[in-house]
């Protein structure tokens, strides 16, 4: 840590905590966009492969806790009812990952960007899109492939998780539940992957670790936040943050 000190200087450290206590603290009241906020705004003074770093071990152990929050009995229900939609997404992702040089990563952020935009703009508008509560095994498994097709290619697989789960208008502490669930898993694989690329070094790796402390203290206060607020209003916030991701997304094809 004394080595990210003397080359990034004390300014950029304090900047990072305040941006991971931030982005904490929406993952703690909508369950997810932690490492869309620490990327997007980490890279604006950081360097690429840094800021990737940084955000790894805050959003592992932060999608732990969220999973967890209600204890491993309750996480592992959420696993089993949503099973397919998980299924389907690793072996997607893991056949698409292989083809990252074919698809423009462009192409594939609008591809996700634009109906994850268009989505959430009509929800907001009161054009309510539902699935049945009955879930439809079929409509689960596309969705979940698609999402974990995209994420293969783009390492972005939020967006359609959440669009999917609040069309099912999941129960506001379930939906966090599923997304810990989910967002944990691929974020284990993602942080192996760069253990070996070696994006987490003995430069990033402390810097890292470090960062969880803001993240859970952020996690810590959205979470006060969300267990204050009903039903409706979650599903609202949720939305507005999902319209952000979308627009960020279709941002980063264009520019």
């Known amino acids: 840590m004394t080595q990210f000190f003397s080359e990034f200087g004390l300014f950029t450290v304090v900047l990072a905590f305040a941006v991971t206590w931030g982005a904490g603290m929406v993952k703690g009241i909508v369950g997810f966009a932690m490492p869309m906020i620490m990327i997007s705004v980490l890279g604006g003074f950081l360097p690429p492969d840094v800021a990737l770093a940084a955000l790894l071990i805050p959003t592992l152990v932060s999608n732990g806790i969220q999973a967890l929050r209600q204890g491993p009995a309750a996480a ?56 049945p509560k009955g ?23 939020g967006p359609p998780t959440v669009a999917y ?60 936040i969300q267990d204050r607020i009903d039903q409706a209003l979650f599903r609202h916030l949720t939305l507005i943050v999902l319209l952000v991701a ?9 520019f």
């Not at 040089?101 to 309510?128: C, D, E, N, S």
């Not at 095994?137 to 783009?154: C, H, K, Q, T, V």
């Not at 979308?246 to 264009?254: D, T």
Request: hydrophobic share 55%; charged share 10%; net charge positive.
């Open 135 to 157: 879930k439809d095994l079929r409509i689960e498994a596309a969705i979940g492939a698609f999402a974990g097709f995209i994420g293969g290619f783009s390492g972005v697989w």
């Open 165 to 224: 789960l609040t069309a099912l208008d999941t129960e506001k502490r379930e939906q966090m539940r599923v997304q810990g669930v989910i967002y944990g898993l691929g974020a284990v694989a993602l942080t192996s992957a760069h253990f070996g690329s070696g994006v987490l070094n003995t430069l990033t790796l402390p810097f890292s670790i470090v960062l969880v402390v803001p993240a859970v203290l952020g996690m810590w206060l959205g979470g006060r």
């Open 76 to 131: 592992w229900q959420s696993m089993k009812r949503f099973r397919v939609y998980m299924l389907c997404g690793l072996v997607t992702m893991i056949l698409s990952a292989q083809l990252v040089a074919v698809v423009p990563i462009k192409v594939l952020l609008l591809l996700i960007g634009v109906p994850v935009a268009l989505f959430a703009v009509t929800q907001l508008m009161g054009r309510h899109l539902t699935l």
């Open 246 to 254: 979308g627009l960020n997304l279709i941002r980063r094809a264009l």
